[in-house]
């Protein structure tokens, strides 16, 4: 009777801690979870949505089963908790290695993005919730039993629970992730995880044959761990927002070229020997069209997003000066002056969100151009009547506004949307692409060009690298688009662009 006494008299500020420390670290692989799969298929509303539900369904789940085991004693339920923090730690620890093994042939046999998002997400970090989970409540009943006033221990676990989740959504963003990057963040929760299981199993008072299986556990984790920290790492650089990775696309040591991946996405291709030649469509396009309404005379310019500053680049070195650009990753422009031949002194850069940029200079320009545009990672806030209100206002006389988007050939719901967004605020919008015919299920590649006034011509030829024509639209023909999909004006309130462009990415 003395033995389950002690045991019931556990020190409440102990269970509170490690209710604590196990939610915290629970919300930080939570948080780590959307940083790692972002490689394989990109950070989106759905992606975050899709971790989201798996957590709380192995969160849910394992609640469930530590409810069972709390009905057990004391000392028993908290020595099967140790056993659940050990296992929380080798799939926490594995998680990084499961994503390498089965990533590649998820994404190629689920062509559904949600459905890839999905499978990734269960696959990688269903267990470790689950596990994390367990804990919960057995550590909350123990805080209450033959204690007195009971029901202030039951509010102090919850407390402690909900304050451990508020640190570790905090820690992840603010210190794991920038500091020590998302597979070392995994470790560290896995060890955090490891001392949780030998407290338990000390409050448990652990048999001998118990402490010698647990270290044997322990050990497993620690090897885990090991060997995804051997792994050759994704990201070349890994911030806050992305994981960024630079390839060469030339062999010849003379004219390198190179792509920048943002994540899971092409973001730009930058040669060093000519600064003027762009690599993509929309790239060409972006540097061609408000050159053409421009002239040959010098104007200044503000760039939303930077990516491999091609555009920039090419302007700079075309004598084009007064260039502002917000790019909100300093690692983005970070590794455009290492890898891309990015001149800093060229511009200013301002490193923050485009909009709030933009609102908080009383600058006016003569171009701005919109280039953060990529896959299901739509930036809703940068398409809104409220924005382009913004960008408008923001515009020198005769000033344009050009900006880059990606949609399906068969639905152009997502364009259809921003030119009617962007005729709520501007006279004239020109909506120009590649002069060739669709392919059927295409994802194409389109710049808007909004402003007082039409262009004076109606198609341009530019490098990308290999000579192309690009082409307006005709009125009628786009105007019979608009018709057809009926499309609302986006705004603050109710942006669903991503909902607009479908579900039909390409992921890689």
Same mark, same amino acid.
């Given at each position: ?279 993509? &469509?929309?790239?060409?396009? !972006? *540097? =061609? +069209? ?6 040959? $005379?010098?104007?200044? #310019? ?104 990606? &949609?399906?050939?068969?639905? !152009? *719901? =997502? +364009? ?6 962007? $005729?709520?605020?501007? #006279? ?81």
């Amino acid at each position: 009777m003395t033995k389950q006494i002690e045991r019931a008299l556990i020190p409440l500020w102990l269970l509170i801690f490690l209710q604590a420390g196990i939610s915290a670290s629970s919300l930080v692989v939570e948080i780590v979870a959307g940083r790692m799969i972002a490689p394989y298929v990109g950070m989106s509303l759905y992606t975050w949505t899709s971790i989201i539900a798996v957590v709380l369904a192995g969160f849910s789940v394992g609640h469930w089963w530590g409810g069972r085991i709390a009905a057990q004693a004391t000392d028993r339920a908290l020595r099967i908790t140790g056993w659940t923090m050990i296992a929380a730690a080798c799939t926490t620890a594995g998680a990084t290695l499961l994503l390498r093994a089965f990533a590649g042939p998820v994404v190629e046999n689920l062509q559904h993005p949600l459905a890839a998002i999905t499978a990734l997400s269960t696959l990688a970090f269903f267990l470790p919730s689950l596990f994390a989970g367990v804990p919960a409540p057995i550590l909350t009943v123990a805080a209450m039993r033959e204690r007195d006033q009971s029901e202030r221990a039951l509010g102090a676990m919850f407390a402690a629970g909900a304050i451990g989740a508020i640190a570790g959504t905090l820690l992840a963003g603010f210190l794991f992730v920038p500091w020590f990057g998302s597979v070392t963040t995994l470790l560290v929760i896995a060890a955090i995880y490891g001392i949780a299981a030998l407290i338990c199993f000390w409050l448990g008072a652990a048999s001998r044959r118990e402490v010698l299986v647990s270290t044997a556990g322990l050990c497993l984790a620690f090897l885990t761990g090991l060997g995804a920290l051997n792994l050759p790492t994704v990201c070349d650089r890994e911030s806050s927002y992305y994981c960024l990775r630079t390839i060469a696309l030339s062999d010849d040591p003379q004219d390198p070229v190179r792509l920048m991946v943002v994540d899971h996405l092409a973001h730009g291709i930058s040669g060093r020997e000519d600064p003027r030649l762009m690599y993509t &469509d929309h790239a060409a396009m !972006l *540097d =061609a +069209l408000p050159r053409m309404r421009m002239g040959r $005379r010098d104007f200044t #310019s503000f760039h939303i997003g930077g990516g491999t500053y091609s555009v920039p680049r090419a302007w700079a070195d075309r004598g084009i000066s007064g260039i502002t650009i917000a790019e909100i990753d300093p690692e983005v422009t970070a590794t455009a002056i290492d890898t891309f031949w990015f001149d800093p002194t060229t511009a200013t850069i301002v490193h923050g969100d485009a909009r709030l940029a933009l609102r908080n200079s009383a600058q006016q320009f003569d171009v701005i151009v919109g280039d953060a545009f990529t896959d299901i990672a739509a930036p809703e806030h940068l398409v809104t009547q409220e924005f382009f209100s913004l960008v408008s206002n923001r515009l020198a006389p005769g000033g344009i506004f050009a900006m880059n988007l990606i &949609d399906n050939v068969d639905r !152009l *719901d =997502a +364009l259809a949307a921003v030119v009617t967004t962007l $005729r709520a605020v501007f #006279s004239s919008v020109e909506v120009w692409t590649e002069a060739s015919t669709p392919i059927p299920n295409e994802r194409r590649v389109f710049v808007l060009v909004a402003s007082a006034t039409d262009s004076p011509v109606s198609a341009i030829d530019a490098l990308a690298p290999e000579p192309i024509r690009f082409q307006a639209l005709e009125p009628a023909f786009l105007n019979g688009i608009l018709a057809q999909k009926n499309a609302r004006i986006l705004t603050d309130n109710h942006a669903p662009l991503t909902h607009l462009m479908g579900f039909d990415p390409v992921i890689d």
